[in-house]
C-alpha cells in the first residue's frame, strides 16, 4: 500500500518555479523520483518559468496517458506573488487548454514538519549546533511571505542551541549581509534546488569560511506526499 493508503490516487504534478541554473532542474528531479518513489501513480514535474515542459504540456500528456484529475503540488515556501497569483493563473490556464481537472494544493509552506528536514539538512552539510545559524531564502515584496520565514526560525531556534536569524537573497535583510556578523556558524538554505541566488549566498560564505546546505531537494518528498494526500481519491 502506498502511504496515502489507497491505489486510487491520480497523478501528482510538483510545479517548481524553475530557474536559469545548469542543475534546476536536475534538483526538481530528484524530488519527482523520491515522490514518484512512494506514490502509486505517475508523478510528472512542471515550471511556472524558465525550464520546459510547462503544466499545458505535461497536463495534455496526463490525459493522453487516459487520466482526467491530477493534483498540482506548488513547490513553494511561502505565499508570495508566486503562490497568490501566479500558481492559481497557470492551473486554470493548464486546466482549460487540457481539459484536465487539476486540483491545486496549498504550497508546501513552513510547518513543524519542514524544521526536522532542515535540521537534517544542516547536519549532513556539518554546520554546527551551536553559533548563530542563518536561514536563507529568496524573500518577497510581500511581507506575509517574509514573516512566514521569520516565525520558522523562531520555531528553529527553540529547537537548537543557537539563534536564527533569517536572510533573503531579494530583499532586507540581505542574507550576504549577515554572514560577515560574529558568531555566525553556517547558513541553512531554505531552497528546493539550486539556482543562481542560492549561488550567490554560497559563494559569500564561503569567503567567510561558512558552510551552507544543500538544497532540500528529495528531502521534501515527504511534504509534497503530504500536501497530495490532501486531496480526495479519484474515483472517477
Not at 554546520?127 to 526560525?153: F, K, Q
Request: charged share 20%.
Amino acid at each position: 500500500m502506498s502511504p496515502t493508503g489507497s491505489r486510487e490516487r491520480g497523478p501528482v504534478v510538483l510545479l517548481a518555479h524553475g530557474s536559469r541554473h545548469s542543475l534546476g532542474t536536475a534538483s526538481v528531479e530528484r524530488l519527482r523520483a523520491a515522490v514518484d518513489a512512494s506514490w502509486p501513480a505517475p508523478v510528472r514535474a512542471a515550471y511556472l518559468d524558465l525550464n520546459e515542459p510547462d503544466l499545458t504540456a505535461v497536463a495534455c500528456a496526463i490525459r493522453a496517458s487516459g487520466h482526467r484529475r491530477a493534483t498540482v503540488v506548488p513547490l513553494l515556501f511561502t505565499p508570495a506573488f508566486h503562490a497568490r497569483t501566479d500558481a492559481p493563473a497557470t492551473v486554470a490556464a493548464a486546466r482549460s487548454a487540457s481539459g484536465v481537472d487539476l486540483v491545486l494544493t496549498d504550497i508546501l509552506g513552513t510547518p513543524d514538519a519542514l524544521i526536522p528536514i532542515l535540521g537534517l539538512a544542516a547536519s549532513d552539510a556539518r554546520i554546527p549546533v551551536t553559533g548563530t545559524l542563518v536561514l536563507a531564502a529568496v524573500g518577497s515584496s510581500r511581507p506575509e511571505a517574509n514573516a512566514a520565514v521569520v516565525d520558522l526560525a523562531d520555531r528553529l531556534t527553540a529547537v537548537r542551541q543557537g539563534p536564527v536569524e533569517v536572510g533573503f537573497a531579494t530583499c532586507e535583510p540581505r542574507a550576504t549581509d549577515l554572514l560577515a556578523r560574529p558568531g555566525v556558524a553556517g547558513v541553512l538554505a531554505l531552497f528546493v534546488g539550486h539556482g543562481l541566488l542560492l549561488d550567490k549566498i554560497r559563494a559569500a560564505a564561503a569567503e567567510q569560511g561558512l558552510q551552507v546546505s544543500a538544497p532540500l531537494e528529495d528531502l521534501l518528498a515527504p511534504l509534497v506526499v503530504a500536501r497530495a494526500a490532501t486531496v480526495p481519491d479519484d474515483h472517477h
